[in-house]
T-cell receptor, first 114, second 115 residues
Framework: DGGITQSPKYLFRKEGQNVTLSCEQN?????MYWYRQDPGQGLRLIYY???????QKGDIAEGYSVSREKKESFPLTVTSAQKNPTAFYLC?????????????FGPGTRLTVL | QQQVKQSPQSLIVQKGGISIINCAYE??????FPWYQQFPGKGPALLIA?????SEKKEGRFTISFNKSAKQFSLHIMDSQPGDSATYFC??????????????FGEGTQLTVNP
């Protein structure tokens, strides 16, 4: 059963704590992405990675960090420096080759800061 | 800078009616324009996409109309059904750029189809 998995589905964090969101894909896709979704603001790109051990900042990278040690995994850490971390976080992946640029999304993680 | 602007923010349509969502973009280098559908608590899924070499693409009840000179594209949902109730996002990207398939999304439209 191929696809993208994100865990956990719901996550609660106290202010000042770092938290890591998991994203795994078994689609053999090269590129992976992290988006943040807030009501009325669409999807905003946090970080993306095209190959293992390489990643680039998106539009709202401040307060976040990522790693890409394996092709199938792209975890996102929300650090205490992120001022307003409560949001719905979406991971996506896509093959770099081929036509269409379709991004496949995971089910998301809803993070709430208490 | 918002490069893709989407309207309306919300839309209510009666069953059987036509739903129309519009998007405008600024970057003339964009060459791929997808629409994503998202149900509550789920990740978005690709609905339909178009490239600028055609002015219209139809898949079942869903049609994209594309106006390159106006830098606008729209999604039309014919015979709208309650099951179409979801949030719809337009997006745009430049194929072949070094960032891979980096998509710029619109703000989203929450569609409600009343029975």
């Amino acid at each position: 059963d191929g696809g993208i998995t994100q865990s956990p589905k719901y996550l609660f964090r106290k202010e000042g704590q770092n938290v890591t969101l998991s994203c795994e894909q078994n689609l053999n896709h090269d590129a992976m992405y992290w988006y943040r979704q807030d009501p009325g603001q669409g999807l905003r790109l946090i970080y993306y990675s095209q190959i293992v051990n390489d990643f680039q900042k998106g539009d709202i990278a401040e307060g976040y960090s990522v790693s890409r040690e394996k092709k199938e995994s792209f975890p996102l850490t929300v650090t205490s420096a992120q001022k307003n971390p409560t949001a719905f976080y979406l991971c996506a992946s896509t093959p770099l080759a081929g036509v269409g640029n379709e991004q496949f999304f995971g089910p998301g993680t809803r993070l709430t800061v208490l | 800078q918002q490069q893709v602007k989407q309207s309306p923010q919300s839309l209510i349509v009666q069953k059987g009616g036509i739903s129309i969502i519009n998007c405008a973009y600024e970057n003339t280098a964009f060459d791929y324009f997808p629409w994503y559908q998202q149900f509550p608590g789920k990740g978005p899924a690709l609905l339909i996409a178009i490239r600028p070499d055609v002015s219209e693409k139809k898949e079942g009840r869903f049609t994209i109309s594309f106006n390159k000179s106006a830098k606008q594209f729209s999604l039309h949902i014919m015979d709208s059904q309650p099951g179409d109730s979801a949030t719809y996002f337009c997006a745009a990207s430049k194929e072949g750029e070094t960032s891979g398939s980096r998509l710029t999304f619109g703000e989203g439209t929450q569609l409600t189809v009343n029975p």
